[in-house]
């Protein structure tokens, strides 16, 4: 195709999305089910696991970003998806002229900003009352940025589950983030676990953030920051093919 | 290229092949330009599940389904951006307001800036909301929500618009309002397909009538041509003191009566011509030593119409719902209006 084809096309997606994201925002940051398990969440796990514990102000930080961008950002697509086929406003996006990618994209979106929000939160709370130094800003930016992309669009493969009820999925979908939290190098870094352990954490992406958290804020990560990047990257690709695959089976079944 | 829609062999089969509901079953038809087609048939017939189908939210186990010459299967994009789809449930965000709904839907069909504000202003002016466009619609009545998903539904102007069972649920006031409105957008030249299991109102409103049950179509005629089918199927119904008596000789006695069913301490008689049945009926009680304790003419129901058509003994329903009973009422007007 032409450029004066697939242009304005590729244009008109894109805002589509962005409404889509807007619409989100504004429709469901106030929704009881998204500040429990969207804002407070985060909080809770950190204080019930971190608190106790001696450690530096900067590793704290760096931890509750990690928890932020995660359990946020993962809260959302489980929390909107099903709600909205509940509602039947899913159909008036799946009806409307643009591509699934598009509408999984804006949805991706909002939990992403949401996550970019209250890791914001976290970070003023971190800088202003702990007085905590970043060591490199950039990377504390493309980390929070590419670890929401990626759990928001984790949590998208939940919401894309065919159901109407959002009780069906918010089972499924706190089992595996509470999985993914505890063999991560989260609450135990990642020099001190066993062989085995380490192993099982380099298979979840909450790793790789949590170690991009380590190497923007106090400044020493164990892995190469840019495999950190890559891999939040690719899993936040890798995972939207599951979610457009179950949409598909969505249109089958009638949901 | 004179149809807006031409359905070929649609089927949808949902679930398990053992288990599983044949929901639509190798249905044909076609939708011409401009005309308002209703799609009749009582619940469950699957009438939602075709007009999901038409509007591509949900994906046909066969057949063919063609959209102003696009066919949906692989080229649904150009008639996304031309249809409007009103769907069974007002699907309107509760927690933004009308305005903020509009502007939304708008920016889903990429209408430029100034021409959403002036058509959004426009429609909810048109549909008696304009006041009220700054508040939440979870303070909306029904009637409210479903006049504000029409105007979403139709925002972008689209040349063909589906609306799945408009009225039912509103007062008569907002019913008719509703009604206006179809036929207004019809009359500015939009395609309709109307879903509904009010007899009533696709007399009232369509230039043709598809009558589907149990996900087969059992007719596709003009309001006209099925009306003398519903008058074939009119009956009368009668409740006559003491109960529970056999009536000897009752199909005898009554020539009138094509088909006689027994409903509870009522009688059901079908009948061509209920005016003729009514004196036989009064003889009939009277020569018994009966006393009629209640007699009423009563339309056809759809189940009727569709057993009618399809040549199958009337008759076989013996059980009354609620729901069949008010269709019947809703019949009865339009044959009487009809006649007059
Ligand atoms: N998603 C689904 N999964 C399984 N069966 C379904 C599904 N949707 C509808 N059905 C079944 O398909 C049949 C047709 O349903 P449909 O909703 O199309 O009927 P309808 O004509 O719209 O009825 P109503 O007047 O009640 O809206 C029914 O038996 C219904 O139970
Ligand atoms: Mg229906």
Redesign the pocket.
Known sequence: MKPDRWLPRLQDELAQAWAVAVKDVKVYYLQPGMIMFGFMMPFFMFFSFSVRREMAAELGVARLLALTTFFTAAAAGPFIIPLERRLGTYDRLLAAPMSLLTLLLGKAAVGAFFAIVVSAIALVIGVAVLGVAIARPWLLAVGILLGSFSFSTLGLIFGSIPTRNPGDVQMPSTLLRWGLLFISGVFIPLPEMIPAARIVAYLSPLTYAQDLMNHAVPGVGLLNPWLDIGVLLLTGILFLLPSLKMHRRSRK??? | MSCAIEVNDLTKF??RPET??L??DHISFEVRRGEIFGFL??????????QRMLTTLLEPTEGHIVINGHNLAHDAYPVKRQMGLVP?ESNVYAELTAWDNLMFTAKLYRMPRSERTDRAQALLETFGLWEKRKVKVANFSKGMRRRLSIAMAIIHKPSLLFL??PTPGLDAQSARTIQNLVRQLNAEGTTIFL?T?QIEEANQLCDRVAI?NH?QIAAIDTPEQLKRTFRRVQSVEVSMEPHGQPLPDIQAELPEATSIVRQGDKWRLYTKDPALLLPQVMEYAHSHKLRVVSLSTLGPSLEDVFLEITGRQIGTVHHQTPATVSQQQNAKQTVAADET
Do not use: R
């Open positions: 079944l009638g949901y | 949902y679930g599983g509901v929901a639509v048939g009582p619940n469950g017939a699957g009438k939602s599940t075709t069974e799945d069972e879903t299991h589907i996900g």
